[in-house]
């Protein structure tokens, strides 16, 4: 079963806006992390931002903001005042917890956002 | 700091022919995995291993197979090559601290594979 879901394969965004990308997710572990990643053109990948399950408040970092709904299962990507240089592929993907001894990140399928200037 | 480094960045290879990918990491960790990366299908888990001397199959590990040859160093092994195996592969490590899953995991720049 699919562990992590994005919707969205591409999103446009004009410059300065904001934007949200959506990502659900499904388990049964109540403690897990929740990374979204960044893939430029350029093809490496950039840890962007963390949470965690028993986290009470919602991530941020810069113009990266982690909007977690628990109850929703959703973890979705804000990205404020949108630069070009956000065009890119964004990953959602998790790690769960202790009771499934030390897990590998499962990914989705990624949303590729381009920035318009 | 060069944290993740994987070799080679690209090859092509033939049907049938076999290779080797190295990936090492310069940062302690005890965690390493193997992804491929597909269009439209994200990062698949081909295999990890959770610390040196285990090594354990992921989502899509057939062709595949793995050596943790210490800490430092996790090689994934083609046999026999596919087309289907056309693909990005990234190495990642991480750390695995206390009992909480609050680690992220580091990648290399990638492998660029081409079976024909």
């Known amino acids: 079963a699919q562990k992590i879901t994005q919707t969205q394969p591409g999103m446009f965004v004009q410059e300065k806006e904001a934007v949200t990308l959506d990502c659900t997710y499904d388990t049964s572990d109540p403690s897990y992390g929740l990374f979204w990643y960044k893939q430029p053109s350029s093809g490496e990948m950039i840890f962007l931002i963390y949470q965690g399950s028993y986290d009470q408040q919602n991530a941020t970092e810069g113009r990266y903001s982690l909007n977690f709904q628990k109850a929703r299962k959703s973890a979705n990507l804000v990205i404020s005042a949108s630069q070009l240089g956000d065009s890119a592929m964004y990953f959602c993907?998790?790690?769960?917890?202790?009771?499934?001894?030390?897990?590998?990140?499962?990914f989705g399928k990624g949303t590729r956002l381009s920035v318009i200037a | 700091n060069a944290g993740v480094t994987q070799t080679p960045k690209f090859q092509v290879l033939k049907t049938g022919q076999s290779m080797t990918l190295q990936c090492a990491q310069d940062?302690?960790?005890?965690?390493m995995y193997w992804y491929r990366q597909d269009p439209g299908m994200g990062l698949r888990l081909i295999y990890y291993s959770a610390s040196e001397g285990t090594t354990d199959k992921g989502e899509v590990p057939n062709g595949y197979n793995v050596s943790r040859l210490n800490k430092r160093e996790f090689s994934l092994r083609l046999e026999s090559a596919a087309p289907s195996q056309t693909s990005v592969y990234f190495c990642?490590?991480?750390?695995?601290?206390?009992?909480?899953?609050?680690?992220?995991?580091?990648f290399g720049q990638g492998t660029r594979l081409t079976v024909v």
């Open positions: 990642a490590s991480s750390e695995w601290r206390g009992t909480f899953p609050n680690t992220e995991a580091f």
């Open positions: 940062m302690n960790h005890n965690s």
């Open positions: 993907a998790m790690r769960e917890g202790r009771s499934s001894g030390n897990t590998p990140l499962v």
